[in-house]
């Protein structure tokens, strides 16, 4: 594997690898937490603080994680009705407004952190400005949207079908059954 191909990897999966190493410390952080208080009768008061912020971080890490792999919740059951194309059309307009949408928040959020929090909010037990924090909001955002033009590129252009994992699983098991919707289902009686 060459460099080229190593950091297109990288980027490509980033927030599965920030995810799965966040939830690694914050995990560890609270098991010395657990085990420090239990064992020795000591709490670290920083920890739960720190914690904390790494969960918020992982939640956020998560929600362009879950955007990459289209398994945000959509409600989709009315489209079976209706033409394939009136769910491709009807998506990608919603998908439009979710881009929009979070480009607004990348914008409040960029201009709160960098422009009208104030420098002195400092974490409580950690006194790490707090703006270290809340970076997450524009930087989350900006992925989601990317990954969001990402899927939407990949299902337009190149006609790759991106379902979420959990429409696939349901699809999987349905033939693993033998289970057709258009089939009745019929009872079988033993003697």
């Known amino acids: 594997?060459?460099?080229?191909?190593?950091f297109i990897n990288l980027l490509d999966n980033l927030e599965s690898y920030v995810c799965r190493l966040l939830l690694v410390v914050f995990v560890t952080l609270l098991l010395v937490q657990i085990c420090a208080r239990e064992v020795f009768g000591y709490s670290f008061s920083w920890i739960e603080e720190l914690a904390t912020y790494l969960f918020v971080w992982f939640a956020y890490f998560g929600a362009s994680h879950a955007a990459k792999m289209a398994a945000h919740n959509r409600v989709t059951f009315q489209f079976k009705i209706f033409p394939k194309i009136v769910q491709t059309v009807s998506e990608f307009f919603a998908d439009l407004i979710w881009i929009a949408f979070n480009l607004y928040f990348v914008y409040l959020?960029?201009?709160?952190?960098?422009?009208?929090?104030?420098v002195f909010w400092k974490?409580?037990?950690l006194g790490i400005p707090m703006k270290y924090f809340y970076v997450v909001l524009p930087i989350s955002f900006v992925l989601m949207s990317i990954r969001v033009i990402q899927v939407n590129y990949l299902k337009?252009?190149?006609g790759i079908d991106i379902r979420d994992p959990d429409t696939s699983e349901l699809e999987n098991a349905a033939k693993m059954m033998n289970v057709d919707s258009n089939e009745p289902v019929t009872e079988t009686k033993t003697s």
């Open 1 to 6: 594997m060459n460099i080229k191909s190593f």
């Open 109 to 118: 959020s960029y201009d709160f952190v960098f422009h009208k929090m104030n």
């Open 123 to 125: 974490s409580q037990t």
């Open 156 to 158: 337009l252009v190149k």
